[in-house]
């Protein structure tokens, strides 16, 4: 049986109901996340900031399995 699935969750700056700060709290419940920040990116990320998104997503499939 495999192990845990990574994951990909996001928060948004700065009128979310959910900043940045809370990140980290999710991310200490998930073995082997990490935080990546796309400044300026929100509700459209793949539209507002294509080039970041694709390189942070190609980042996370690219890491070896945790």
């Given at each position: 049986?495999?192990?845990?699935?990574?994951?990909?969750?996001?928060?948004?700056?700065?009128?979310?109901?959910?900043?940045?700060?809370?990140?980290?709290?999710?991310?200490?419940?998930?073995?082997?996340?990490?935080?990546v920040?796309i400044?300026?990116?929100?509700h459209?990320?793949?539209?507002?900031?294509?080039?970041?998104?694709?390189?942070?997503?190609r980042?996370?499939?690219?890491?070896?399995?945790?």
């Amino acid at each position: 049986m495999a192990g845990p699935r990574p994951d990909v969750g996001r928060a948004r700056r700065p009128r979310h109901p959910r900043p940045p700060a809370h990140a980290a709290v999710y991310a200490d419940g998930i073995a082997g996340a990490r935080i990546v920040e796309i400044p300026e990116a929100a509700h459209l990320a793949p539209i507002e900031r294509p080039t970041e998104l694709a390189a942070a997503i190609r980042d996370f499939l690219a890491a070896p399995e945790r």
